[in-house]
């Protein structure tokens, strides 16, 4: 057992990351030997997997602080296993580094976006964090060429260092749709809506629709996902920006709702002007949706010609015009990014430091 996973990821709930590591670690679990590869459990992991190759360490006490997990308490016990790190959420241990997704560097892009002293204090620690990953990991792995080339640019680092392994929507397949979420908000069963799911940090561009509704008053916006800003600031946000009524706030959905209503939007709106990969549109096209994505960053490398495209910075855009606009099947798409590619490029990474 030369590689031992880190199960931090676990005991968040399920966003991109987390979607991104159980989908590979369950399939590592199926195409791996006995005991051939560990993960370490803590005692508030949610939803664990039934492995059945995969070693389970039991961590028997709660991850609390994930600074602490991963610099001092997971190095112990790679050195108490002889082992190196797995890590899929943008981490590294500094004195144990090992393979480590590192899925985008915002953090490092972005310092506007990063203005309270607590926001300024999450931009130091993950500046750090890319910087033990870029000069420190054994290996690399980033889920888009041009995030590949924004972290070569970035740290000068060889680019040999660096595997590309794509995000899927595979998992949507297995989701059934929950139609009860058209009972707790039954405007949307009434008129054709526009959806949109993420978390509020800045990237995601939440403005760019909050604009956009206010001088489109007959068109419907749905948007979902659990916020990064404290209650505070979000008041605050409210008060310099007052939400359109023609905008509905749905708070964090369960995937079924959410499948539930990407099959039904008139289309599903990611604006977001910087992304790694940018998984929730390939749940949409996955769904039978038509996507809208900004021309920006990742996102015209990963979907083509599948999706109608937005300048990120401009509102001012007919949305129903665009969407006659021809686009192409998303089948091909859908069989290229797989999570049964992608455990197999992570495996053969696993197998060339047994």
């Known amino acids: ?38 993960i370490v459990i803590s005692n508030n992991a949610k939803n664990v997997p039934a492995y059945k190759n995969l070693t389970v360490i039991r961590y028997e006490k709660d991850i609390v602080s994930f600074p602490k997990w991963q610099q001092f308490i997971l190095p112990g016990l790679l050195r108490k ?32 976006d990063f203005k309270t002293k607590r926001e300024k204090y999450e931009r130091l620690y993950f500046r750090i964090l890319y910087r033990i990953i870029a000069y420190r990991a054994k290996k690399i792995v980033t889920v888009s060429e041009y995030s590949k080339a924004e972290i070569v ?34 405007a949307l069963l009434d008129a054709p809506f526009y959806f949109s799911l993420g978390s509020h940090s800045k990237r995601k561009n939440l403005r760019w629709i909050f604009e956009h509704a206010a001088v489109n008053p007959d068109s419907l916006f749905a948007i979902s996902g659990s916020s990064l800003i404290t209650r505070k600031e ?10 359109p009524p023609n905008v509905i706030m749905l708070g964090r959905l369960e995937d079924g709702e959410a499948k539930a209503l990407m099959q039904r939007c008139r289309a599903f709106i990611l604006p977001s002007y910087y992304e790694g990969f940018g998984i929730t549109p390939l749940e949409a096209l996955a769904c039978g949706a038509k996507v809208i994505v900004a021309k920006a960053a990742s996102l015209p490398e990963i979907y083509g010609r599948t999706a109608r495209y937005i ?5 001012d855009v007919n949305l129903g015009e665009l969407l006659t606009q021809p686009a192409e099947p998303p089948d091909e798409i859908l069989a290229k990014y ?7 490029q992570v495996y053969a990474l696993v197998k060339g430091f047994a």
């Open 1 to 38: 057992m030369k590689i031992i996973i880190n199960g931090e990821f676990l005991c968040n709930n399920v966003s991109g990351i987390e979607r991104v590591a159980r989908e590979i670690t369950q399939r590592l679990d199926e195409i791996s030997m006995k005991d051939e590869i560990g």
């Open 81 to 112: 296993y002889k082992a190196m790190p797995l890590d899929f959420g943008n981490s590294c241990s500094l004195f144990y580094p090992g393979i480590s997704f590192l899925h985008d560097i915002y953090y490092e892009l972005y310092p506007e």
């Open 153 to 186: 640019s970035a740290f000068s680092i060889d680019p040999s260092r660096i595997s590309v392994v794509y995000n899927s929507a595979d998992h949507v397949k297995s989701i059934k749709a929950d139609d009860s979420v058209f009972q707790r908000f039954p």
């Open 234 to 243: 979000q008041e605050a946000q409210e008060r310099e920006q007052p939400l």
């Open 311 to 315: 300048d990120p910075f401009n509102f």
């Open 338 to 344: 797989s999570y049964d590619k992608a455990a197999q």
